[in-house]
Nanobody, 124 residues
Framework: QVQLVESGGGSVQAGGSLRLSCAAS????????MGWFRQAPGKEREFVAA????????LYADSVKGRFTISRDNAKNTVYLQMNSLKPEDTAVYYC?????????????????WGQGTQVTVSS
């Protein structure tokens, strides 16, 4: 059974940093796309960032570009999201996701596996 387990969420003041981790178990995703989405209260889930090890490509939402960095450790079957210069509008539940494919897709419906989510709260 595939499981994605996020950790590292919490509360931080604006301008601060957090690092999210997502550990996968049940299968390896070394050649697959892995990424992060988020959902703020009253809003739809949105794409944040993704990485494809097979193509070596990364993709970021415009709203986080230059502030967030996605990285992976295939030996640990883990993906990370380093979040710097956090803003109150980054407040959301952050979800880790993985695909059965190596290509990156922005639509959440294209992702096959999801974590349970971790809360990130940024205060002004």
């Amino acid at each position: 059974q595939v499981q994605l387990v996020e950790s590292g969420g919490g509360s931080v003041q604006a301008g601060g940093s957090l690092r999210l981790s997502c550990a996968a178990s049940g299968r390896t995703f070394s050649n697959n796309a892995m990424g992060w989405f988020r959902q703020a209260p009253g809003k739809e889930r949105e794409f944040v960032a993704a990485h494809s090890w097979s193509s070596g490509s990364t993709l970021y939402a415009d709203s986080v570009k230059g502030r967030f960095t996605i990285s992976r450790d295939n030996a640990k079957n883990t993906v990370y999201l380093q979040m710097n210069s956090l803003k109150p509008e980054d407040t959301a539940v952050y979800y880790c996701a993985a695909r059965n494919s190596g290509s990156i897709r922005v639509a959440g419906t294209s992702w096959n596996y999801w974590g349970q989510g971790t809360q990130v709260t940024v205060s002004s």
